[in-house]
């Protein structure tokens, strides 16, 4: 039986390779993981979520960690691993820096790598940095692709990937957030986040890009700060911890009455505050294709998106990170009804919640033939 380890490191790849290793496990295959821990508490909490206990914990994250710190701990850390594994098949997930060096490692001890979320693309090496050109050079070194959609497998087949190593699968993101919803419909789940005022609608904020540091992350606090202005309404923040997004926020929202600045949520709260919210607005990858899901439009403070099925479809409008254009697109969806409605109305653009045991599937019948 082929022996398969899942390579990761970040809150997003967590939660969307959560069901795919669980999906591996129930039905038998030989599983292993790595986490390289490149997030430390974000991750944990999610490995606790899922009860995932890693094999093995690289403990590589320190705070304020540059690209190239990353990168070289990444590296020297993961190739023992692969040496003692010598797996038939390393899974990554993604575009974050755990995601491409996973693939590279593996790609140096000759391991074929399965790429799970691939083919996404802006076509703007910079938006978002570094994602784009991570996700690229993983396509170069992956030999399984697995892109949630459609149009992800067409960039790939235009960058010239073999179609016969490419499979639509739908985005295991979805298997996740459609597990944890039901899970808290049922009761089986319940989130322990209280705090909410039920005579005002709830709009749920995240922002973390890196293109956006600096000048785009305070423009996009004003921003907030006009909409809050607002009686309607009350903002939740969970603020990424990365040092380049706590210290504006805190410094610009920290102390206003009507956004309440949260640590960030257990992915069960988190998932229990979108089913609730009006709106989500947010520039985050994974909460514009969860919107949808949900029933609930997304507002991306992006200038791009490598996820425009969401936008064709009507469920996600790009609003940039310019102040005004941030208030006044969520004003208009606020006072829009049929806007609203419509944008609403959209359901399951990225997958229909069943990706994880398709790639199980695709795993087996490649690697045991
Ligand atoms: C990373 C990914 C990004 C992904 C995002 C998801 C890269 C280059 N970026 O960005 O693609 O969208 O994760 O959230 O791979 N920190 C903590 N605790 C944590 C996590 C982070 O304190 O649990 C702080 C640390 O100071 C750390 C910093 O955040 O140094 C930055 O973390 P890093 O993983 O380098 O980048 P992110 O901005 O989180
Ligand atoms: N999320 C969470 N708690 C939070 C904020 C986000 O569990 O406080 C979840 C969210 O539902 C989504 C994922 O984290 O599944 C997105 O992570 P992030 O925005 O950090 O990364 P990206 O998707 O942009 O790479």
Same mark, same amino acid.
């Given at each position: 039986m082929a022996k398969t380890l899942f390579i990761f490191g970040t809150r997003p790849e967590a939660i969307k390779l959560a069901p795919v290793i669980l999906h591996f496990r129930e039905t038998g295959l030989d599983t292993r993981v790595c986490v390289t821990a490149q997030h430390r508490g974000l991750l944990d909490q999610v490995l606790e979520i899922f009860r995932i206990v890693p094999?093995?914990?690289?403990?590589?994250m320190t705070p304020g960690q540059s690209l190239a710190q990353t990168t070289s701990r990444v590296m020297a850390a993961l190739d023992p691993i692969l040496q003692a594994e010598n797996p038939n098949v390393v899974l990554v997930q993604g575009d974050t820096t755990s995601t491409f060096c996973g693939a590279l490692a593996a790609f140096y001890r000759r391991i074929p790598v399965a790429h799970i979320e691939a083919g996404l693309r802006t076509g703007d090496p910079y938006q978002p940095f570094p994602e784009e050109i991570n996700r690229l050079l993983t396509t170069r070194l992956a030999t399984l692709h697995f892109p949630p959609t459609q149009a992800s497998a067409e960039n790939l087949f235009r960058e010239?990937?073999?179609?016969?190593?490419?499979t639509v699968t739908g985005n295991t993101g979805i298997d996740a957030v459609l597990w944890v919803a039901q899970r808290l419909e049922a009761g089986a789940l319940v989130s322990?986040? +209280?705090?909410?005022?039920?005579s005002r609608k709830l709009i749920l904020v995240t922002a973390h890009r890196r293109e956006s540091f600096g000048q785009g992350m305070e423009d996009l606090c004003r921003g907030l700060l006009g909409i809050a202005a607002r009686q309607d309404v009350q903002l939740v923040f969970p603020v990424h911890p990365n040092p380049n997004v706590r210290e504006p926020v805190n410094r610009l929202l920290g102390g206003h009455p009507n956004i309440m600045l949260v640590d960030p949520q257990p992915y069960v709260n988190f998932v229990d505050l979108m089913r609730r919210s009006y709106l989500l607005l947010t520039d985050s990858g994974g909460v514009q294709e969860e919107g949808p899901s949900l029933g609930k439009p997304v507002l991306v403070?992006?200038?791009? +998106?490598?996820?425009p099925e969401g936008v064709y479809a009507g469920a996600l409008k790009l609003v940039g990170t310019a102040a005004h254009q941030i208030t006044a697109s969520v004003n208009q969806l606020l006072d829009d009804a049929d806007l609203y409605r419509r944008m609403s109305a959209v359901h399951n653009v990225y997958g229909d919640g069943q990706a994880a045991g398709r790639i199980a599937e695709l795993i087996r019948s490649f690697f045991d033939k």
């Open positions: 094999d093995y914990d690289l403990n590589v010239g990937i073999d179609p016969n190593r490419v322990d986040f +209280t705090h909410l005022d039920s403070m992006r200038n791009v +998106t490598e996820r």
